[in-house]
């Protein structure tokens, strides 16, 4: 059974960090791909990263890109994502997602790609 569990949310003032973790049991990250969504109130959910399977890639979405830097760990089956310089517009839930799928070109961004989800983790910007 696959299960993704997210942590490390919070809230935290404009301009500052916070690093999220995704931890994975019944997937490696050799054979699936790892990608980050966020789903900001009153909005559709929308992918922020992606960790293509194989650590092959890596993909941002144009509004975290510079700010977000995703990194991972094979033999601990975690993934996590540093987010910098955060504003008040990365308020919102996060979610951890797997797909067996090597994503190329913006299909990592798509929703149905993915199979497995977590719970998601709250992260509040605010001053």
């Known amino acids: 059974e696959v299960q993704l569990v997210e942590s490390g949310g919070g809230s935290v003032q404009p301009g500052g960090s916070l690093r999220l973790s995704c931890v994975a049991t019944g997937l490696n990250f050799d054979r699936y791909s790892v990608a980050w969504f966020r789903q900001l109130p009153g909005k559709d959910r929308e992918a922020v990263a992606c960790l293509s399977s194989g650590a092959s890639g890596t993909f941002y979405s144009d509004s975290v890109k510079d700010r977000f830097t995703l990194s991972s760990d094979s033999a601990k089956n975690v993934v996590w994502l540093e987010m910098n310089r955060l504003i008040t517009a990365d308020t919102g839930v996060y979610y951890c997602?797997?797909?067996?799928?090597?994503?190329?070109?913006?299909?990592?961004?798509?929703?149905?790609?993915?199979?497995?989800w977590g719970q998601g983790t709250q992260v509040t910007v605010s001053s």
């Open positions: 997602a797997g797909s067996l799928a090597r994503p190329y070109g913006g299909s990592w961004s798509w929703i149905s790609l993915y199979d497995y």
